[in-house]
């Protein structure tokens, strides 16, 4: 059975850090493209992070560039995100997601990928 699981997440303080991680079973992560997505309430999931199956190449959205840090390890199959100088604004659920398409660009959709988690909760107090 695949499954992608976040963790990581709470409440946080402006200007506070965070780092979420993905773990996945089932699942050869190697193998995947792997994203990074948030969902606010009453917003639709929009794109974070993404990371080649390597690591060696990533992409982020403007809004988090600079802040945040995708990576990975392929040999735990995890891919983590590192949120640095937290903003209320970045309050979401955030998800991890596999897709099997070797596309490393910025402003990924949701619905091109394959599997994912179930999210987890981050919340930034001003």
């Known amino acids: 059975q695949v499954q992608l699981v976040e963790s990581g997440g709470g409440l946080v303080q402006a200007g506070g850090s965070l780092r979420l991680s993905c773990a996945a079973s089932?699942?050869?992560?190697?193998?995947?493209?792997v994203g990074w997505f948030r969902q606010a309430p009453g917003k639709e999931r929009e794109f974070v992070a993404l990371i080649s199956r390597s690591g060696g190449t990533t992409a982020y959205a403007d809004s988090v560039k600079g802040r945040f840090t995708i990576s990975r390890d392929n040999a735990k199959n995890t891919v983590s995100l590192q949120m640095n100088d937290l903003k209320p604004e970045d309050t979401a659920v955030y998800y991890c997601?596999?897709?099997?398409?070797?596309?490393?660009?910025?402003?990924?959709?949701?619905?091109?990928?394959?599997?994912w988690g179930q999210g987890t909760q981050v919340t930034v107090s001003s």
């Open positions: 997601a596999a897709d099997t398409r070797l596309i490393v660009v910025t402003n990924r959709r949701p619905g091109e990928f394959d599997y």
């Open positions: 089932g699942l050869p992560l190697r193998n995947y493209v």
